[in-house]
């Protein structure tokens, strides 16, 4: 592993990265306001943040959590956001150990493009579940359809996971789960 905070080559960034800073492009913003968070890969949403699965995942579990603001100055968001991204991200992590029984994790942001963001104009924090022998759950070149799969069985054990903790309720129609901080 070269560093742990790769650049994610996610299929759908390379095809919809914008080049403006305008929020009209941003394939995060996008997924938020498509209205199937089941097609967009959105496990759970809070008061200011949601939870998205990466749909080329550096391990199994691989996701992130998203202010819904679309900025990339992680000095301007507010404290309200700042709280409910951590308590979110405590819950995933929670969530996670039931679902997928890790050894460990990696929690963090990319800030900037030197700072290996993907995507520079919309925060996003990393939560990659670890296990002591892994190198590389799935090479940048495999098969879409492999992962697709692996996707999709996340989505499933993480809301379950989820639904398991007071703070979440049920998922309706194309909804994601929805969590309540209190
Ligand atoms: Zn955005």
Redesign the pocket.
């Known amino acids: 592993m070269d560093s742990l905070f790769a650049p994610w080559r996610m299929q759908w960034v390379n095809r919809e990265r914008p080049d403006d800073e305008d ?1 009209s492009g ?5 997924l ?1 306001e498509q209205g199937d968070d089941r097609a967009s890969n959105i496990v759970a949403r809070s008061e200011y943040t949601f939870v998205l699965l990466n749909n080329m995942p550096y391990n199994p579990g691989h996701v992130m959590v ?1 202010p819904y ?3 990339g100055e992680f000095h301007t968001l507010d404290g309200r956001v700042l709280v409910d991204c951590m308590k979110t991200t405590q819950l995933v992590v929670t969530a996670l150990n039931e679902s997928l029984s890790p050894g460990g994790f990696n929690v963090g942001f990319n800030i900037g493009a030197a700072g290996g963001a993907s ?1 520079t ?2 925060l996003h924090l990393h939560i990659i579940p670890r296990w002591e022998s892994d190198t590389s759950f799935l090479p940048l070149t495999a098969n879409t359809a492999v992962v697709e799969e692996a996707v999709d069985e996340t989505y499933e054990r993480l809301s379950d996971a989820l639904l398991e903790t007071a703070q979440v309720s049920a998922a309706e129609g194309n909804d994601s789960v929805r969590i309540d901080h209190g």
């Open positions: 929020d941003c394939p995060f913003c996008a938020v998203l603001a679309h900025t995507i104009d919309h």
